[in-house]
C-alpha cells in the first residue's frame, strides 16, 4: 500500500480544514483503548449477577455483532476516511436526512456521556479527598479536557495515548493474574476448578432471561469502537490507520472483553454481592489477596472515565464539524482555526457541563429522560452503518474496486445477519420494562432528528431546483 498522505476527506472545509497531526501510534493506541471503557470495569458486574457463568456467552455473542459493524465501518471508512465517519457514509448512501440522523444522535450521545463520565470521575475524587465538592472535580475535568481538544489535534492524541497504556496496561496484567490463579501457580491460591461454573446455580442460573439481561448490558459496553474512525481521518495515513484498526479488533474484543469475564467467573462465584457492590475486576482481585485492590481498580476506573471524557469531546466535535461542512448544521459550529474545530469544542463541551447540571437540579426527571434518549442510539447508528455498508459496497466495487482496502466478510450474507441481530436486540428490548423505556426514549429523539432532516432536505432540493429554473430562464432570455 502506498504510504502517501491521503486528500482532504470529504467532510472538510476548505477554508480551515482539520489537520493530518495523529500519528500512527497515537490512532493505534486509540484503537486499543477504544474498547477499554469504565463500563467494561464496573458495569459488567450487574450483567455478571443477572446472566452469571453464562455472561462469557453474552460478551461472545455481542462481540460477534460488534465485530461485524466494525468491519462494515472499517470497509466504508478505509475507503472514504471522513471525520464525519457513518454520518458521511449513510448520507451518501441513504441521503441527507439520515446522514443528519446518524450524525446528531450519535452527537447528543457523546455530549451525555461526557456528562455522565465527569460525574463518575468526581465520585471517585470525593471519595479519596472527602469533604471536596464534587462539582468542583467535575468543573476541574470539563475545563481541562475542553482546553485539551481546543488545542492541536496530537494534544489529544497525546492524552489518549497514555491513557490507553494505562488501561491496556491493567487489562493485561488482571488477565496474567487471573491466569495464573486459575493454573494454581499464583502464590497463595489453588485452582478453582469449574466449581464457580457449574455451582450457584449452575452455568445459566437464571436461565434464558439471565442470559439475554446479561447480553443486553455487554451490547452497550463496546460502545466508543467507532471513535477510531472519526479520528482517523486526521492522522497521518488514514487508509492504513482504519485498515490496522479494524483488522485487529477481533483479537481486542476477544482478549479484553471475553478473556477477562472468563477469568472473573472462573474465580470468583457469580453471585457473590462484592461483583455488583465493588465491581467485578476489585472483586476477583481482593478474592485473590492482592493487596490495595479497591484503589489500583478506583485509579484504573477513574483513568479509563477521563480517557472517555477526552474521546468523547473529540468525537463530538469533529461530527459537529463534519455535519455542518454538509450543510447539516450552524456554520458557527464549523469554523476551524489552527486545523481545530473550537467552536464545535466549546459547545459540546457546555453540552456535556449542562447535562451535570440537570443531574442535580432534576435528577428525577430531565435527567433520567437524558439517559433513557440515549439508551439505544449505538443500535440506531449501527443500524445505519450496516445499510450504508449494503448499498456502497457494490457502488465501490462498479466505480473504485481498488478503494477496497478493507473487505467486508461474506458480502452480503454477514451484513444481513447483522442486521438481524441488530433486530433482535431490539426485540429482546421491548420484553424487559427497564430497556422498554430506554428504547421508547431512543426511538423518539430519532425520529424527530429525522423528521428534522427530511425537511431540511426537501427544502434544499426546492431551493436548489428554483436556482436552477432561475438559471435556466437567464440563459434562455439572453
Known sequence: MSRTPAPAPVDQQADGVLTHQLKQRHLSMIALGGVIGAGLFVGSGAGIAAAGPSIVIAYALSGLLVMLVMRMLGEMSAANPASGSFSVHAERAIGPWAGFTAGWAFWFL??????????????????????????????????????????????????EFWFAALKVGAIVLFLGIGVLAIVGVLPGSEAPGTGNLTGGGGF?????????????????????????????????????????????????????????????????????????ELGPYVATLNHLGIPAAGQIMNVVVLVALLSAMNANIYGASRMACSLVARGEGPKALGRVSGGVPRTAVLVSSVFGFLCVLLSYWRPDDVFMWLLNTIGAIILVVWIFIAVSQLILRRRTEREAP???????????ALTWIALLGMAAVFLLMLRQEETRLQLLGTGVLTLVLASVGFALQKARESRTATEATEATEVSTAD
Open 110 to 159: 457523546l455530549c451525555v456521556a461526557v456528562g455522565l463520565e465527569a460525574i463518575g470521575a468526581a465520585k471517585i475524587m470525593t471519595g479519596w479527598l472527602p469533604g471536596t465538592p464534587e462539582w468542583a472535580w467535575v468543573a476541574l475535568f470539563m475545563l481541562v479536557f475542553c482546553a485539551t481538544n481546543l488545542a492541536a489535534v496530537k494534544n489529544f492524541g497525546e492524552f
Open 204 to 276: 445459566l442460573p437464571h436461565g434464558s432471561e439471565g442470559l439475554v439481561v446479561g447480553l443486553l448490558a455487554s451490547v452497550f459496553a463496546y460502545g466508543g469502537l467507532e471513535t477510531v474512525t472519526i479520528a482517523a481521518a486526521e492522522s497521518e495515513h488514514p487508509v492504513q490507520g482504519v485498515a490496522k484498526a479494524v483488522r485487529t479488533a477481533m483479537w481486542r474484543i476477544a482478549v479484553f472483553y471475553i478473556g477477562s469475564m472468563a477469568v472473573i467467573v472462573t474465580l470468583v462465584p457469580w453471585n457473590d454481592p462484592k461483583v455488583v
Open 402 to 412: 481498488e478503494k477496497l482496502v478493507v473487505k467486508m466478510w461474506l458480502y452480503p
